[in-house]
């Protein structure tokens, strides 16, 4: 049973475009939500993260948008860069529990 | 500053056999988690340990067991390993009552099994 969707294996944009990421989940009771970078031959890095009790949070180039009620979270880069191509996995957890559930990943390819 | 600190970086084996796996978490950090990467999957949760136990269990058989030590560096043991074994394992690195502020991956094990 797939709690968390990531239903694009892969997204290209050119450079300086926004790139968008999706990440759909089943279950109502997770209230906190992460966005993982993953380069070949590394762990995972953590990128941004939102608690259920927002809809929104920004830092830098990396906004997360939460949707509670369609239970659908979205990762917008803008302006895309070269260094932005790696697999973008989605997560997610209970606040205080350390136990994340992430999506099957979405490769993103900034094309120059 | 070490990060957290996964060896070997590949291994092999055969089927049946079994294998061990190690993690050294980030300097000042006390609690470690362990994922398997299937290919073409996300990390999937296999169990943490905090203060030399096993604290949470994800959906994983008893054939995969673990171990925390004092100086809380851990492994991860594999037993009758089947093919579809084959896997990254990353291992995860926090302090206990930090929550998922500061969770830091190494850069995992890959098991290939043959």
């Known amino acids: 049973d797939q709690q968390v969707k990531q239903n694009s294996p892969s997204l290209s944009v050119q450079e300086g475009r926004i790139s968008i990421l999706n990440c759909d989940y089943t279950n109502s009771m997770f209230d906190y939500f992460l966005w993982y970078k993953k380069y070949p031959a590394e762990g995972p890095t953590f990128l941004i993260s939102?608690?259920?009790?927002?809809d929104k949070n920004e830092d830098g180039r990396f906004t997360v948008f939460l949707n509670k009620s369609a239970k659908h979270l979205s990762l917008h880069i803008v302006p895309s860069q070269p260094g932005d191509s790696a697999v973008y996995f989605c997560a997610v957890a209970n606040f205080g529990n350390e136990k994340l559930t992430f999506g099957t990943g979405t490769r993103l390819t900034i094309i120059p | 500053d070490a990060g957290v600190t996964q060896s070997p970086t590949h291994l092999i084996k055969t089927r049946g056999q079994q294998v061990t796996l190690r993690c050294s978490p980030k300097s000042g950090h006390d609690t470690v988690s362990w994922y398997q990467q299937a290919l073409g999957q996300g990390p999937q949760f296999i169990f943490q340990?905090?203060?030399?136990?096993?604290?949470q269990r994800g959906n994983f058989p008893d054939r995969f067991s673990g171990h925390q030590f004092p100086n809380y560096s851990s492994e991860l043991n594999v037993n009758a390993l089947l093919l579809g074994d084959s896997a990254l394992y990353l291992c995860?690195?926090?302090?206990?009552?930090?929550?998922?502020?500061?969770?830091?991956f190494g850069s995992g094990t890959r098991l290939t099994v043959v």
């Open positions: 939102i608690s259920s009790i927002k």
């Open positions: 995860a690195s926090s302090l206990f009552d930090r929550g998922l502020n500061g969770y830091t």
């Open positions: 340990y905090y203060e030399e136990e096993e604290r």
